[in-house]
T-cell receptor
Framework: DAGVIQSPRHEVTEMGQEVTLRCKPISGHNSLFWYRQTMMRGLELLIY????????DSGMPEDRFSAKMPNASFSTLKIQPSEPRDSAVYFC???????????????FGPGTRLLVL | DAKTTQPPSMDCAEGRAANLPCNHSTISGNEYVYWYRQIHSQGPQYIIHGLKNNETNEMASLIITEDRKSSTLILPHATLRDTAVYYC???????????????FGSGTQLTVLP
């Protein structure tokens, strides 16, 4: 298996522009997570999907952020408009079990490094 | 929510065993202890997890104390490629209570020295 695939790996954009990050989870996994990592705040969960349905988006920082999962093999995280404080590494992870399973193991993608100028 | 405490950094000589401690004194009876690591510029990587019994896989061993208030991750023969930040995580619910997220603390920066 190729693992979790994220694109692009690097993104540089100007403030105010729309940014779309993409994720392909591991085939057969039914849970997908979006995390953000910064030096100041470490790794933070943004949103979580189970069977393509958003379960918990309480970690999404504000309305400028939105995430979709139109099918089991694809998810997007969109920032519109982007701001310099959104600069971070964004990770996507997938898992086999439902979110409530104590034995769930999450597998992470390589991340997208976003720089907003 | 159960929290974890880890030393910020450790060194280990290449070829020797690396023993990484973690305290989780408020862990509840049905929460698992997970270990992940993050090599520089990569996504976190799952290593091992356990509930109460010691566990071993191809990467590491996990020793959990009988009272479950602490655990130790053991890399039996550390290599330079094991240099990474190691996170000890206890599964906790998300803010809405509808799912369980991984909450990453500061972790331990393990440096394997040649």
């Amino acid at each position: 298996d190729a693992g979790v695939i994220q694109s692009p790996r690097h993104e540089v954009t100007e403030m105010g522009q729309e940014v779309t990050l993409r994720c392909k989870p591991i085939s057969g996994h039914n849970s997908l997570f979006w995390y953000r990592q910064t030096m100041m705040r470490g790794l933070e969960l943004l949103i979580y999907f189970n069977n393509n349905v958003p379960i918990d988006d309480s970690g999404m920082p504000e309305d400028r952020f939105s995430a979709k999962m139109p099918n089991a093999s694809f998810s997007t995280l969109k920032i519109q408009p982007s701001e310099p404080r959104d600069s971070a590494v964004y990770f996507c992870a997938s898992s086999l079990g439902i979110g409530g399973s104590l034995q769930e193991t999450q597998y992470f993608g390589p991340g997208t490094r976003l720089l907003v100028l | 929510d159960a929290k974890t405490t880890q030393p910020p950094s450790m060194d280990c000589a290449e070829g020797r065993a690396a023993n990484l401690p973690c305290n989780h004194s408020t862990i509840s009876g049905n929460e698992y202890v997970y270990w992940y690591r993050q090599i520089h510029s990569q996504g976190p990587q799952y290593i091992i997890h356990g509930l109460k019994n010691n566990e071993t896989n191809e990467m590491a061993s996990l020793i959990i104390t009988e009272d479950r208030k602490s655990s130790t991750l053991i890399l039996p023969h550390a290599t330079l490629r094991d240099t990474a930040v190691y996170y000890c995580i206890v599964r906790v619910p998300t803010a809405s209570g509808s799912a369980r997220q991984l909450t990453f603390g500061s972790g331990t920066q393990l440096t394997v020295l040649p």
